[in-house]
């Protein structure tokens, strides 16, 4: 009985343990897209240095850091966004929109 409750607590291990690297690949990827889109950025138009991202990993800090690193990510971007190196794109509501938005859609 005793190899059985062993057993059983093996595999709830193993069950807690996919969740967690799963978590943390997602975090790793979402650190990266985050240092890299401050990297991008001009050197002056950078509200923070791009390696701060990595203090997500820092338990309960990071419930309060990750407003930090978001505010400071658009911060950056917002004046990258505005240069003229960047093409202006000019869009047009679709059709498919304005029918979405109709009262015809709706009945």
């Known amino acids: 009985m005793e190899t059985h409750h062993a057993a059983m607590a093996g595999m709830f291990g193993v069950m807690m343990l996919i969740p967690m690297v799963i978590g943390i690949v997602v975090a ?55 240069s003229a190196t960047l093409p202006e794109i000019h869009r047009r509501p679709r059709p498919s929109a304005w029918w979405a938005a109709s009262p015809a859609a709706v009945a």
Do not use: D, H
């Open 28 to 82: 790793v990827f979402y650190c990266l897209t985050m240092q890299k889109a401050l990297e991008r950025c001009a050197p002056s138009n950078r509200a923070m240095v791009p390696g701060m991202v990595w203090l997500l990993f820092i338990p309960l800090f990071n419930i309060v850091w990750q407003f930090f690193v978001v505010l400071n990510v658009s911060k950056s971007r917002l004046p990258s966004s505005n």
